[in-house]
Nanobody, 124 residues
Framework: QVQLVESGGGLVQAGGSLRLSCAAS????????MGWFRQGPGKEREFVAA????????YYADSVKGRFTISRDNAKNTVYLQMNSLKPEDTAVYYC?????????????????WGQGTQVTVSS
């Protein structure tokens, strides 16, 4: 089992940047592929980005490709989401999640553990 705690959210103007962090504790962090999801106001939770156990493979939603970068530091048990060129439509609660399967999931049901979320608000 693993516990996940996100941080780094906040209020930023359009065009700005934020870096989210997700600290993991519990079972070996490198055992899990990691993902970021988000849920905007009145919307369903959606996939944002995912990274393999080693960090060698990354995947992105089309809406964030070229603007967001997912990375991980297995020595620090932390996964990051660098968000650049933020837009008002990026406003959401951002969640990190851990996937214990051998694949790198891109749907909610593939993830086993979730953090509590961190709010990102982008003003126009």
């Amino acid at each position: 089992q693993v516990q996940l705690v996100e941080s780094g959210g906040g209020l930023v103007q359009a065009g700005g940047s934020l870096r989210l962090s997700c600290a993991a504790s519990g079972r070996s962090f490198s055992y899990y592929a990691m993902g970021w999801f988000r849920q905007g106001p009145g919307k369903e939770r959606e996939f944002v980005a995912a990274i393999s156990r080693s960090g060698g493979s990354t995947y992105y939603a089309d809406s964030v490709k070229g603007r967001f970068t997912i990375s991980r530091d297995n020595a620090k048990n932390t996964v990051y989401l660098q968000m650049n060129s933020l837009k008002p439509e990026d406003t959401a609660v951002y969640y990190c999640a851990a996937d214990a399967t051998l694949s790198v999931g891109r749907t909610l049901r593939e993830y086993d553990y979730w953090g509590q979320g961190t709010q990102v608000t982008v003003s126009s």
